[in-house]
């Protein structure tokens, strides 16, 4: 089993920066990718950006190319996501999951198995 829970949610202005963890216990070793999605009220649950686990491949979202960065500690049990310049349909629940399945799409949520509770993000004035 692995457990993983988010944190560094909140509120934050638009053109801010937001920076997020997630932090895994547990099985930690072996996983081939972690990811983040997000969730705004109403919407289905989207990918946000995700990092193989050596952190040489990462994969963005458009709409987080170049204002988000994606990184993961030397241990590999924390992933982190930077967000700068936020808009406020960046707005949502922000879930963390890891993957342990070779050769999955990264962007996929069908890739995960495993999820975080979540973390709120709202970007407002």
């Known amino acids: 089993q692995v457990q993983l829970v988010e944190s560094g949610g909140g509120l934050v202005q638009p053109g801010g920066s937001l920076r997020l963890s997630c932090l895994a216990s547990?099985?930690?070793?072996?996983?081939?990718?972690m990811g983040w999605f997000r969730q705004a009220p109403g919407k289905e649950r989207e990918f946000v950006a995700a990092?193989?686990?050596?952190?040489?491949?990462?994969d963005y979202s458009d709409s987080a190319e170049g204002r988000f960065f994606i990184s993961r500690d030397n241990a590999k049990t924390t992933v982190f996501l930077q967000m700068n310049n936020v808009k406020p349909e960046d707005t949502g629940i922000y879930y963390c999951?890891?993957?342990?399945?070779?050769?999955?799409?990264?962007?996929?949520?069908?890739?995960?198995?495993?999820w975080g509770q979540g973390t709120q993000v709202t970007v407002s004035a």
């Open positions: 999951a890891t993957s342990y399945s070779l050769g999955a799409p990264m962007t996929e949520g069908r890739s995960y198995d495993y």
């Open positions: 547990g099985r930690t070793y072996s996983n081939y990718f």
């Open positions: 990092i193989s686990w050596n952190g040489i491949r990462t």
